[in-house]
């Protein structure tokens, strides 16, 4: 089945510097890719996502890259904010036309004032 | 609409007891899935519905472990007997037209403390 890899697990970074965060995932009939965002005892929120056919996509702040021969996208958080501090977990779906994710393990960013 | 609904969003019981774990996805929503989140192995997969057929049960642990599904606006997940290394917190999530990989919004998720 699909693997995810994700990197780093923890990242800290002084407020208005950027954060990236990277993944690598196995299958290469994955076609979607999400990055969820988990504040402390919270669900996770769908913040971005990226599908297969496109290699970049960008929403104020954020913006997610794929590289389908590489088989790695990555987040890319601007001018980061004390508010941006949670977990953030990035997925890909399986192949064969349901819409199960594998997750990777998560990235706890800090965001210091 | 409220979103994905669960109950209880707190759970302690004692090992051997019985767990059941509720969930109301979105309306309209034919995909359900279940997961459990541990810092160990973060987020798994348990379970997974399409109106309201279970489609892959791989990722249960266990045979106590085992979910339901009986109509479009309900499922439980049940472990029975509970053990403390079954304590996690279980994320219910739903998603639309799932075939082609439509976001899943998860509920607030159930934390069980087995002791």
């Known amino acids: 089945g699909e693997n995810v890899e994700q990197h780093p697990s923890t990242l800290s970074v002084q407020e208005g510097d950027s954060a990236v965060i990277k993944c690598t995932y196995s299958?290469?009939?994955?076609?979607?890719f999400p990055w969820y965002k988990q504040e402390l005892g919270k669900r996770p929120q769908l913040i971005i996502d990226i599908r297969s056919n496109v290699g970049e996509k960008k929403d104020q702040r954020i913006a997610v890259t794929l590289n389908k021969t590489a088989k790695h996208f990555s987040l890319h958080i601007t001018e980061t904010q004390p508010e941006d501090s949670a977990v953030y977990f990035c997925a890909a779906s399986s192949p064969g036309g349901y819409s199960t994710l594998t997750f990777g393990k998560g990235t706890m960013l800090l965001v210091s004032p | 609409d409220a979103g994905v609904i669960q109950s209880p969003r707190h759970e302690v019981t004692e090992m051997g007891q019985e767990v059941t774990l509720r969930c109301k996805p979105i309306s309209g929503h034919d995909y359900l899935f279940w997961y459990r989140q541990t810092m160990m192995r973060g987020l798994e997969l348990l379970i997974y519905?399409?109106?309201?057929?279970?489609?892959?049960d791989s990722g249960m642990p266990e045979d106590r472990f085992s979910a339901k599904m009986p109509n479009a606006s309900f499922s439980t997940l049940k472990i029975q007997p509970s053990e403390p290394r079954d304590s996690a917190v279980y994320f219910c999530?739903?998603?639309?037209?799932?075939?082609?990989?439509?976001?899943?919004?998860f509920g607030p998720g159930t934390r069980l403390t087995v002791t």
């Open positions: 519905f399409n109106n309201n057929v279970p489609i892959d």
């Open positions: 299958d290469s009939a994955s076609n979607y």
């Open positions: 999530a739903s998603s639309l037209r799932g075939g082609q990989a439509y976001e899943q919004y």
